[in-house]
């Protein structure tokens, strides 16, 4: 019988269930407008539509404040915090205790983890399978927009200095961090396969050709590391830029992904054969054009609604990144906001930090990785104890 839930999941369902589709909407809508307080830092500045095919991109939005906050760091003297205890109830008959999940204390005001395997068993064998990976294994979503050039002033908050790349991507290494690509990811977060630690997405959003081979590529070529492209696929795409992007993806350090087909913001409003069009649309364009099948939506303008998530998820997309910097991920914990809880789709609204405080993204993840381990080694006694009590195939299984 494995009927008990984990505890984030219950609550989840709680909020999922108090959620009507008026409060959905206005949450949705608060997003466009740029009053997302949790983080603050949810606005995506890209132009509404994609026409051209210039590295730059238009500011029509409001501008995100860079993530300082971030940086608040406890200190290191201080006793993690997780206080995790499974409790067993006192009872003779075999039911399973409820499990606890881990929670870190500095996330934003109002966003809280969500667990979204179902079956505890599932949950448990994997987390500690020797061949899977470790607990605290985290990956860290990261979305960048425009690099400017030396000299460039910069005047919106989506744009970074090629100095400010060039540090991030030495930090990351001295940090121990290196890429993952959609794929591993999905079988990370799915049934916590393989990857490194250290992990980070490292997600161009846009049609910015020059910032890959100029900026990008040198570090990918070095470190072995993966771009992974928000790629909206319009018609408006010159044949030449195919053929530029087609020869960057043949390098191998490319993984193209979804970011709609006419970058459209979805709004609730958006009638549905536009929304149809931007989820599969690009499905077939990118596999033409690069023989791959896009796993991951990155939604155009971090705009997303009930509909949206619905369709990507029976178009056969895996994972949907925000414009919400949440949080890091881990397997069985995604950072979310409200306004993500409410789609019951964990994977199809996942977080990305900004470019603007990318270093400080990793230094955040370090600090709830540490504190992840910690609570794993105090749970892992009992939670062995309850694969052995539960998870054991019974007959009829
Ligand atoms: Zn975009």
Known sequence: MKKFFCLSIFICGLLLSSCSSSSIAGSILSAKEGSETADGRMIDTEASKITGNSDSTATSRPIPEPTLTMTAAPTLTQTPTPTPSLTPSPTSTPTAPDLISFSYSDLHQGVQPVAYIEDPCDYLISRWDEDKSAPGTIVV???????????????????????????FMERAKTLGFSTITTEELIGFLESNEKIPERSMILILDDRRPGVIEEYFMPYLEENDWTLTLAWPTTDATSNSLWERMESLAETGYLDVQSHGHDHIYIQDYTPLEEIEEEVYQPIEVIQSHFGTT????????????????????????????????????????IPLGPQETAMGAPLLVLPRFWSTAADAALEKALQIVEEARVAAEILKAEELAYIASYCQPQDGD
């Open 294 to 333: 896009p796993r991951a939506l990155i939604w155009p303008g971090g705009n997303f609604n009930q509909i949206s998530v619905q369709l990507a998820q029976e178009a056969g997309f895996k994972l949907g990144f925000t414009v919400f910097s949440r949080g890091p991920v881990m397997y069985n914990w």
């Open 141 to 167: 979503p990261i979305m960048f927009h425009s690099v400017a050039k030396p000299g460039r002033e910069i005047t919106d908050s989506t744009t970074i200095s090629v100095a400010y790349l060039d540090y």
